[in-house]
Structure formats: C-alpha cells, structure tokens
C-alpha cells in the first residue's frame, strides 16, 4: 500500500492502496486508488479535489509530518529553516475522513490546525466545519505541545465548536481537566472527554474502530499512547512518539508486521543533529535505527511512513542522501496531503 512518488508539489505521494486479496487473507496486491492528488491554486498545497474520492470510503489523510517545535523552528536560520519559510510544513497530524458524508476524525491537535483542516477533502466536511462541529471526535496521543494546543483554536475564542468527543488516556483526560484554557473547554461541554483503555478497540464507527497502545515517552504531563485505527479493509499504525523501540514492552517488529501502515516517529534521522544539546533530554528513536530494524518489512508490500521529523532531520532535504536512503530502503516520508484508504 505504499504511495507512488509523482510529480505533485512538495513531493506529495499519490495515493496508493492495497487491496486484500479474496482468494488469500494473508497475500496482499497493490491497486491505483481513484482520486487524484492536485495542487492548490497556487501550488502551495497537495489536496483532492471535492467529488473524486470515492462514495463511503475512509480515507486517512496526513495533516503534517513535522516535530511539536515546527518547521521552521523558533531561532532557526539554517539553510532548511530558510527554506521552509518559503515552504510550509505542518505539525505531525493525522486525519480520518468518508467524504461522501463528512464524517471526520482528527488525531493530535496541532498549532497548525487552521491550515491543515483544509486538507480534509469533500464538501460535506467544510459544511459542517462551518456548522462549528467539524468532527465525530479528536484523539490525542499525549500532552506535549505539538500535539494537543490546536484544541485551543476550537475553543470559545476561535471556532466555538459544539460537543465533541476527545478520546485520550484517563491521565491525559485528567490533565486537560486540571488545566486552562483546556478546562473551559470541557465545563463548557465543547471537550467530552472519553477515556480509551489501552488494548481495548473501541468502535468510532460502524466500519472504524481504534486501539490505544501504551507507549514509553516523557511524561511531564501526561503519559502517551499510539493508535491502530482498522478500517473496513486496512490497518495504521499511528505512533509519532516514543523514546526507543528497545524500551517498549513489544518489538516494533512484531507490531508493525501486524498492520498494513505504520506512521512511525521519525525525529532525528542520527544522534549528531543536534550540537550543542543534550539529546537525551529529548530521546526519540533514530531513523538510521528504525531502517536496521524494519527494512525487510518496509520492502513488503506495505507502507512504512516515517513522521514527526524534527527541524535539524536531513530527511527534509529533498535531493539529499540521507532521504535518497531510505526511499531506497523502502520506507515512505510524510508529507501533508498524502491519503491512504483503509
């Protein structure tokens, strides 16, 4: 299901997905997804235009690939932050959405949440944004701030949205709770906080369901879950946070060959990137790591899409050897825009 790399803007992955082979639930080919991926008018966005998905059809949609600290990051005048000045990039996000209905899920609210909803395709969506209810519920995976402060632009001073689910962890609902402006938002009713117990599917629509995973990151504020969303034909993995893979409870292994896409944190591509800075403050896997260890299944006929890269990432450097790399490798890199079916 991996995503065919055309000459769209920005290096926007058509859409590609993989269909279950009837004959086989074990053997998976590969199949052209219908719609089409089409620049903005002034090609400063990789979108789908309203009426080419089609009817009743999840898709899960990139809203961003880039770490909390954004692209450009405050007080960075590299070449690459330059560039990205020019260029935007979001915060690593991921939306679920049937276009035909409008019927959406958002996963991780990011300081760029007023841009990336103009991502979620069809015209039924942007109706009921307008309405001030733009989602069947948001999913947070954990309390650092690339991840949960949008929530504050649905809020009374930005969209005013009308009651929706939140699904997070209880520690995470707890926070939100204790804590302005967020605690507002949910006396207001605006946040109805619902609490996923891990390893638990809990069903978000007839055809769509979700299963909380405990992930080891930092936990000044809340602890950190990743998600499998199942669809009525596929599976993702959204996982854009955690300190190591050695340090889960499971191989990464194990659960990526689980799924048919894996969003997997992507921060630092080595341990070099960031001089001057004590890395272990901020531990993420490394991507030279993560190809070590999941490049026979990234070489499947699965995607494994690499995420929530940081700002010093040569992976961002398009014509670059460390992105040439691991598309060789197999591996796919996020960028907003890019749709798979599930």
Known sequence: MKSTRGPSCHEAASPVTRGLDPASPRTWTRRAFAGTAVCGALGARFRMLPGQAPASEWLAVVLGSIQDGGLPQAGCYTERCDRARLDSHYVASLGIVDPASGSAFLVDATPDLIRQMDLFPGAAFRARASARQPFDGILLTHAHIGHYLGLALLGRE?????????????????????????????????????????????????????????????????????????????????????DRWD???????????????????????????????????????L????????????????????????????????????????LAAGFEVARAGQIHAL
């Open 287 to 326: 991507i030279i790591d993560t190809m070590e260890r999941l490049e026979p299944l990234a070489r499947s006929d699965r995607s494994i899409v690499l995420t929530h890269l940081n700002s010093s990432n040569p992976v961002l450097d398009l014509d670059g050897p460390e992105r040439a790399a691991v």
């Open 158 to 242: 930005g969209l005013g949205m009308e009651p929706t689910p939140c699904y997070c962890s209880s520690r995470m609902a707890r926070f939100l709770t204790a804590n302005g402006p967020w605690s507002l938002m949910v006396d207001e009713g605006r946040l109805d906080l619902r609490v996923l117990e891990p390893e638990r599917p809990t069903r978000l629509a007839d055809d769509l369901s979700v299963t909380a995973l405990e992930v080891p990151h930092r936990d000044e504020y809340s602890d950190t879950l990743g998600f499998v969303f199942q669809g009525p034909r596929h599976s993702l993995l959204y996982l854009p946070d955690i």
């Open 247 to 285: 340090q889960w409870d499971r191989r990464i292994e194990d659960v990526v060959a689980e799924v048919d896409i894996a969003f997997l944190d992507s921060t630092f591509y080595s341990a070099a990137e960031l001089p001057g800075r004590d890395q272990t403050e901020v531990p993420h896997p």
